[in-house]
């Protein structure tokens, strides 16, 4: 037991990149298994307090989680032959783990109280990913500045460290580790109903997309004469974060229960847990569903509202992800090509991801409205897992257009959240952008008073 202390505590000093005190770690196969146990431990633990109770043990995230323990072993063996040590191989691994427990635990205190809208870390700028690659660059340097204090004075050094990057760091990059606890099945909420495995990726699922995509297409009724019908295309394209799938599911049904969408939409989303339920979201998915839509509407009288969550870049385009596949990411051009293919007229196209507003410039005509929940050149904020919706999706639609049938009025009201939220957390502004096309400001007058007399009918 003081043994396994002593190698915890050397760990958190060689994680915060203080020198460790002579002899600071105990040397035996025995403190091995033990660290590799305590690093389960920690790993679960933290997912538990994160997911909570509801949650479910995930075995097929455990040779993820112990990946880096035969990684660590075989840098060890080879950091002793090169430095002429034996005492390295176990050295080297035991001091890899101690080092990963302490910053399992702060990336997860950082995750849940960014949860808790404690900490609005995970959800600015940096981003999901942004954070896993802070934390990973911690661990990878600390490791080698680690490596460096233990093995010195020994000959060749540098091949010490070239040995740990390229063994263990490179490796575990490249295979990043999953939570051993997750999100339960909930009966109510069908993201999170039985299905395939986590990744969701296997041969049936692949094959099953394009029976998914037709049911998908078959189900959606035809315009009707006379009316400005509203048909709704959500599109999810990142399966690496909840938020984006639990955002589209949530539009889709405020659509249908405020803005006469039932029977006239059609979401594309992937997500590991609706990949035998949906459609995955890629390009080639979008540009289907739109030809689809585009043959079921009157051109010259029904609009059509699609609506885009996902990551975005500074370069203006569009994350389309769903590991382990390698899918193009969409680019302004992408998205109008896509529409006009269709033959839609009529469009209203949200956009939320950060940068978005660089896709103002490509889809812009005097037919669309355009609204985007960043500028082209600032972030938007919301994408972390523990959100229903990203930051602008949750005042635009969750909020706004539960008080107002108008999308140009529900933009007002949403950038005045937008712009309170931002200063209350202490968030760079993301500056929301709208374009409308003086078409469409008569077209979206004659929408709003269809759907208006509606919802004063039915009360």
Known sequence: MQGWLRNLAAGVRLALFRRPAADAFRISVSQLLAIVASSLLASFACSY??????????????????FWAPLA??????????????????????AVGSIGIPLTIVSSVIWYAAGQRWLPTPTTGIGAGGLTEFVFVWWALAILVATRRLVA???????????VALVVLLPSYLVPS????????????????????????????????????????????????????LYFVGFAPNASQDVFMKETLSIGKLLAERFDTAGRSISLISHASLVDKFPMATLTSLREALRAVGERINREEDV????????????????????????????????????????IKWRIVVVSACYSGGFIDALKDTHTLLIT?????????????AFDYTYFSKAYYDEALRQTHSFVNAFALAEQSIHRREQQEGLEASHPQIFVGEAMKAKLAKLEKRLSAGDALAK
Not at 73 to 94: F, K, Y
Not at 153 to 163: K, Q
Not at 306 to 323: A, K, P, R
């Open 178 to 229: 999953e939570p051993l606890w997750e999100q339960s099945v909930d009966a109510d909420d069908p993201a999170s109903q039985p299905g395939p495995p986590r990744l969701g990726l296997t041969e049936d699922a692949l094959y099953a997309q394009t029976a998914l995509l037709d049911a998908a297409e078959r189900q959606l009724k035809p315009e009707r004469p006379g009316v400005e019908d």
């Open 304 to 343: 059509v509202l699609l609506h885009l969550t996902t990551h975005g870049s500074q370069t203006h385009e569009l994350s389309v992800e769903f590991y382990p596949l390698a899918l193009p990411g969409i680019r302004p051009g992408d998205l109008r090509a896509a529409l006009d293919d269709a033959g």
């Open 153 to 163: 004075p020994a000959p060749r050094i540098s091949s010490a460290l070239a040995i």
């Open 49 to 66: 307090v994160i997911v909570g109770a509801q949650g479910a043990l995930d075995l097929q995230a455990l040779p993820s989680e112990l």
């Open 373 to 385: 929940a960043s500028d082209a050149n600032n972030t938007s904020f919301g994408c972390g897992d």
């Open 73 to 94: 072993l075989l840098a060890g063996h080879l950091v002793g032959r090169v430095t002429q040590d034996p005492g390295h191989a176990l050295l080297i691994p035991i």
